[in-house]
């Protein structure tokens, strides 16, 4: 049966809990699912009043706030529990972790679906605060004290503020693998071409508008090459 799954489930997770009935009776995060199963029934039906005074019930009682909306599959293991916050719209696989302090909320900023999705198997560290619509794949762990921002993709682990992934399948995600060895961008031709576009730009604001004549040209040149000579090459008067 399911709720007694579920308290199987935390006595086996948990080296603390004694018997099944210990967790039964003492287990905030066992209440709550009992809270929350009704509250989700009564909402499912349309009795939000109620459904919601349930779910404040078992907020008053255990700590931990669970929207009556918010979907959960078997065996959610919520060890501790206080501080907990989960939002209308979340949505918990099957055989979950989530520590005290956890919040599964919105941004603030979406409307609709605008909270979390876990899949089978996610473990959510103490007190950390995964943010809208995102979704964390099968089998991710996320360190205690993260904040989720982005989906995460399945069998990784991610830490941080914001969260990054740094394990996938238990080996460490290095960029420096990722990077392109051979073709590599060249920093000396990209400055040169900025360059050169940049003293073009400057000689067509010294010309100004209208561009000088081939004489000119020819003028300007011989002034540079034979400074002493007034306009024409050396030899060339007669
Ligand atoms: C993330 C966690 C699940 C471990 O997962 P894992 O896949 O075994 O990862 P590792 O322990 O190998 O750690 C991977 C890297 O993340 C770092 N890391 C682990 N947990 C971290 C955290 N919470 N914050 C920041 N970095 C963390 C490790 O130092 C390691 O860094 P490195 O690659 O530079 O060595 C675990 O550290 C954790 O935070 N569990 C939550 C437990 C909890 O909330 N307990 C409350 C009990 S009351």
Known sequence: MGLLDDARNIQRKDPAARTVLEVILLYPGFHILVYHRLAHWLYQRGHFFLARWVSQRGRHKTGIEIHPGATIGRRLFIDHGMG??????????DNCTIYHGVTLGGTGKDTGKRHPTLGDNVLIGAGTKVLGPVYIGDNARV??????????????????????????????????????????P????????????RV?????????DTPPTREQVTARSNRLMWPDSRTEPPGSES
């Open 84 to 93: 907990i916050v989960f939002g209308e719209t979340t949505e918990i696989g």
């Open 200 to 208: 073009s730009q400057l000689e067509k604001a010294a010309q100004g």
């Open 143 to 184: 360190g205690a004290g993260s904040v989720v921002l982005k989906n995460l993709p399945a069998n990784c682990t991610a830490v941080g503020v914001p969260a990054e992934v740094v394990r996938i399948n238990n080996k460490a995600v290095n960029p420096a693998d990722d990077l392109d060895q051979q073709d590599l």
């Open 186 to 197: 060249d920093l000396v031709a990209q400055r040169i071409t900025a360059l050169d576009q």
